[in-house]
């Protein structure tokens, strides 16, 4: 805890905070919200995405975990739609 914050500032500000990230500003500045889902890898995918992961980092591409993994479901969903 910061000096001079009380402890219901901090959670006023917890409460902010949480509110604005069920809502993500995309590019096309429209509202995404989230879904949070637990999703169960076997060993080499989940290798295979960590090295995905850090390549972008290295070459300086923000990215997190969570985005490659829609940016995965969107290119197998149009895959799918041309079958």
Do not use: W
């Not at 959670?11 to 995309?26: A, E, F, G, I, P």
């Not at 999703?39 to 995405?49: G, N, Q």
């Not at 995905?52 to 997190?64: A, E, F, G, P, V």
């Amino acid at each position: 805890m910061k000096e001079g914050q009380s402890v219901e500032t901090l959670k006023r500000q917890n409460n902010r905070n949480r509110d604005q990230l069920k809502s993500v500003k995309t590019s096309k500045h429209q509202n995404v919200n989230k879904t949070r889902t637990t999703v169960y890898f076997p060993e080499s995918e989940h290798r295979m995405l960590n090295e995905i992961y850090t390549r972008r980092l290295l070459s300086n591409q923000k990215t997190d975990k969570s985005a490659l993994i829609c940016e995965a479901i969107h290119l197998l969903y149009e895959k799918d739609e041309k079958m």
